[in-house]
């Protein structure tokens, strides 16, 4: 009876994820990962968006990337973010305040098959995470006596590698 109940979530499971195939091909792009995976982090900040300016200050910041990604398979991105978090009581550590800030550099190479509908690619982000006050804000909660994170990345971890993948697109 067992055989036959792993034989059954077996097949919903391949059922499921090959529909989710089908509609990944549908729609043109993979987007495989959540919205934070490198190449639909990409996508999205390639995306104009409406703002208080008609024409973007940065627009041949955007123009160099596309270019580059058009003739060399190469996609680009960089970011930045911060944050701050504050408590009425001071913590363990005698401080009310946290502070960190994360850089980001991320891309994707497409190496093989450029312009088909398969192809492969090389897929990074590296980061730099820095806290700005004594303690980091990944440690805050601890410091005020929670138990659980409140913003994990956030942290004072110095330079590291959070993807580096070969994938197939």
């Avoid at 994820?17 to 934070?36: D, Q």
């Avoid at 580059?68 to 996609?75: A, K, P, Q, T, V």
Wanted: proline share 3%; charged share 20%; net charge negative.
């Amino acid at each position: 009876m067992k055989c036959f109940q792993l034989a059954v979530v077996f097949v919903v499971l391949n059922l499921a994820l090959a529909s989710y195939v089908v509609m990944a091909e549908e729609s043109g792009t993979a987007a495989f990962g959540g919205p934070n995976a490198t190449e639909n982090i990409i996508e999205e900040d390639a995306a104009e968006k409406g703002g208080f300016f008609e024409k973007r200050i940065s627009q041949p910041w955007f123009d160099w990337k596309k270019k580059i990604r058009d003739e060399h398979g190469l996609s680009l991105g960089v970011d930045y973010s911060a944050v701050y978090l504050q408590s009425s009581e001071n913590g363990l550590s005698g401080e009310d305040d946290a502070a960190s800030g994360m850089v980001r550099f991320y891309g994707s190479w497409d190496l093989l098959g450029r312009g088909t509908k398969s192809s492969g690619a090389f897929v990074w982000k590296v980061e730099h995470r820095h806290k700005y006050t004594n303690i980091a804000p990944k440690a805050f909660g601890f410091d005020q006596g929670m138990v659980g994170l409140i913003v994990p990345p956030f942290s004072d971890e110095g330079t590291r590698w959070t993807n580096l993948f070969g994938a197939s697109v």
